[in-house]
C-alpha cells in the first residue's frame, strides 16, 4: 500500500468551513424552508384551519424544521469533524504511490493540494470539467462563483479527456461525478477514465449515496445522489472492475474501481 507523508498531507481548514460552504452553496434551500416555517406558524396561529390541514401543516413545519437542522448538522460531521479532510486515508486505498494521477472537479477543487502533498514524487493535476449545458444545479454555480479566478484553471471535457491512453497510475473524483446528472455522459466520463488509466490503475471515487442515512439528513435533497447500484453499474459498463469500497462516515462512500490488464 502506498505511504502517506502524513503530516504534510493535511491542509488547513477553517472552523465550520464546510457547513458555511453548505449554506452559501444552498442558500435558497434555507431561505425557502425558513419562509415554509414561518409561514406555517402564522397560518396555524392566525387562521381557523380544518382540522386535517392544520395536521398536514403541522407535519410539513416538523419536517421542514428537521431536514433544515440535520442537513447541516450531518454536514458538519461530514466536511468539518470526521477525517475525510485530513485526506491521509487516501493513500491506503491505493496499491501504490502513483506515478501521474489526475483529480476531476467541476470548479471546487478541495483536495488536489492534498494529493500533491501525500505524493511528493508524483506528478498530477486538478481538472475542471463543468459543462453549463449538462450541469445546470444553482448550487453548483454558486460554488464556481465563490472560487478564486487567479491564474488559468486547467479544463478537461468529460466525454474527450486530454490524456493518451494508459497514461494515469490513478485518477480522483471526490464529489464531482454526481453532477454529471444524464446516466449516458457519466457512462462516457468512466469509459474515458478507464482508457487513460494505466493497467492495474484505480479510480478514487467518492459520493453521497441515494440511501436511507442520506435520506435522514438531507430529505428530498438526497435524490441528488445516485445509489450504489447506479454507481457500480456505470463503472461495470465503462469497462471497470470493482476492487474495493469503504465507509468514510454513515453518509459517504469511498469505491476504488481499476483498470485491469486483460480488459
Known sequence: MARAASEAAVVTRRPFQGVRQIIRYNWPFYVLALMVVVGGIALLFLAELWPPVAVMVTVGIGATTFWSLTSL??????????????WRWLAGELNSSPGKWASFHAGLDESSEAIRRLFPESQGGAFDIFDADKMSEGSIRRA???????????????????????????????FAAHELRDPDDRIRFFTEIRRVLHPQGDLILVEHLRDLWNFIAYGPGFLHFFSRSEWMKTARQAGLTFRSERPMTPFVRCFVFTREASK
Open 73 to 86: 448538522l450531518a454536514s458538519y460531521y461530514v466536511y468539518d469533524l470526521s477525517p475525510l479532510y485530513s
Open 144 to 174: 464556481r462563483s465563490t472560487v478564486s479566478q487567479a491564474g488559468e484553471r486547467a479544463t478537461a471535457d468529460s466525454g474527450a479527456l486530454p490524456f493518451e491512453e494508459g497514461a494515469l497510475d490513478a485518477v480522483f473524483l471526490i
